[in-house]
């Protein structure tokens, strides 16, 4: 059975993971953050720390050009006989609080000496006395910072922007701090003496445009597709749906629908992606309420959910009314063996308030953003998700 042939020739290619050597549109942003270096790598031995700011929203590539950019700094010191390394962490999965980070930082940039049991500002020290002892440079690069910063309220900006100031004299080997973040909001989060320190080096991405999605998505299609599996008509559509305003531009969304489209198309024995399987899988997986969203919800809210959902299933309808949902509602509690829901209307304004229902009027309550077309489909996926999120 499994004879037929893939669409794929090789779908690792679609993975956001794999970042290729060329990145479309982004020479400019990494032409930008070489510039920053230019004088550094000339006069390393007099070199001082940098710090500098890249914003820019979901899946515009700022993880993927700061590696990039980092390879191509990292060729050039090379060349002029510098022995550069960088440091690239992601606050979110590796950067649990300050300690931890800076273990990260130490055990990345100077594993020689590194050791789990110093003191967060030991570790520094340590990293600067060994950078400047064996005249090696890192390059540090802190990707999530938003993320870190609304989680707690160490100071790592103001003791990451001052490493020049731990052994005075001479460099402190740190040539440059890159903080990456959504946009800059995160500054809320510093106070006046670290927004000081953190300067005024700002990279901006822009979401990407129409064409723009089309260059980096072609390339990526003659990497993963076989050769007239993926037309230029489904291109087209994926970047059409890519720049819609819930999406944004979100590369990483666009290869999602590449890869499943393809996936739908082998499952259903087709030699080539159609406009269908792309607007298939759309419907499915394109859900403006995350399952994070789902998780953060009280039961009670989660009962009410699925007693609106459960309904406007079974009605075929995007709107329905305040007393309908509640005699939904208690047949979902019965069902959960949970008591009947009080104050209804004052967890339905919740849900507003938190942006998972719409309230056109009291008797037009909906879920947010659905499209009537793939209500059912959306419906059912979504039905599920409460329903697992309830355990
Ligand atoms: N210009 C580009 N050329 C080729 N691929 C790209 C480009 N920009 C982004 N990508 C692809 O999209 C994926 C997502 O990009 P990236 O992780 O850099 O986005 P991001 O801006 O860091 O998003 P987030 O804010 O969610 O962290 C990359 O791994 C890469 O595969
Ligand atoms: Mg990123």
């Known amino acids: 059975m499994r004879n037929r042939i893939s669409v794929f020739i090789d779908e690792e290619k679609l993975s956001p993971r794999y970042i290729p050597k060329n990145l479309p549109h982004r020479d400019g942003e990494i032409e930008r953050l070489l510039s920053f270096f230019k004088d550094t790598l000339e006069n390393?031995?007099?070199?001082?720390?940098?710090?500098?700011?890249?914003?820019?929203?979901?899946?515009?590539?700022?993880?993927?050009?700061?590696?990039?950019?980092a390879q191509i700094l990292l060729e050039q010191a090379e060349e002029q006989g510098i022995n550069l390394k960088h440091v690239y962490i992601n606050l979110k999965l590796q950067g649990k609080s300050k300690v931890v980070l800076y273990r990260n930082i130490l055990e990345q940039g100077a594993s020689e000496i590194y050791s789990a049991s110093l003191s967060a500002e030991e570790m520094l020290r340590r990293l600067v006395k060994y950078l400047q002892d064996e005249k090696k440079y890192i390059l540090i690069s802190l990707d999530e910072i938003d993320y870190f910063l609304k989680h707690t309220n160490q100071q790592i900006v103001y003791d990451l922007t001052r490493l020049n100031e731990i052994n005075p004299g001479k460099p402190c080997g740190v040539i440059g701090l890159i903080v990456i973040a959504r946009n800059t909001d995160f500054h809320q989060n510093l106070d006046k003496s670290e927004l000081s320190t953190l300067g005024r080096n700002y990279v901006e991405f822009k979401p990407y445009t129409s064409s723009q999605i089309i260059d980096i998505l072609e390339q990526r299609v003659k990497e993963a597709f076989r050769a007239d599996a993926l037309s230029n008509e489904v291109l087209e559509y994926i970047a059409d749906i890519t720049v819609t305003p819930?999406?944004?531009?979100?590369?990483?969304?666009?290869?999602?629908?590449?890869?499943?489209?393809?996936?739908?198309?082998?499952?259903?024995?087709?030699?080539?992606?159609?406009?269908?399987?792309?607007?298939?899988?759309?419907?499915?997986?394109?859900?403006?309420?995350?399952?994070?969203?789902?998780?953060?919800?009280?039961?009670?809210?989660?009962?009410?959910?699925?007693g609106l959902v459960r309904f406007l299933k079974y009605e075929e309808t995007p709107y329905t009314s305040l007393g309908e949902i509640r005699s939904s509602c208690d047949v979902v509690c019965e069902e959960y063996d949970a008591n009947k829901i009080e104050k209804l209307e004052e967890i339905v304004q919740n849900l507003h308030d938190k942006g998972i229902i719409d309230i056109k009027s009291l008797t037009k309550i909906g879920v947010s953003g659905l499209a009537a077309e793939d209500l059912s489909r959306y419906l059912d996926n979504l039905i599920e998700r409460v329903k697992s999120g309830m355990d």
């Open 44 to 69: 390393i031995s007099k070199s001082h720390l940098k710090t500098i700011q890249i914003t820019g929203g979901v899946g515009s590539g700022k993880t993927c050009t700061d590696f990039r950019f």
């Open 246 to 306: 819930t999406v944004n531009g979100d590369i990483r969304y666009a290869l999602d629908l590449l890869l499943y489209s393809g996936h739908l198309a082998d499952n259903e024995g087709f030699k080539h992606v159609t406009p269908e399987h792309v607007r298939k899988v759309h419907g499915e997986t394109y859900h403006p309420i995350t399952s994070e969203d789902i998780q953060n919800l009280s039961e009670r809210e989660k009962y009410v959910l699925l």
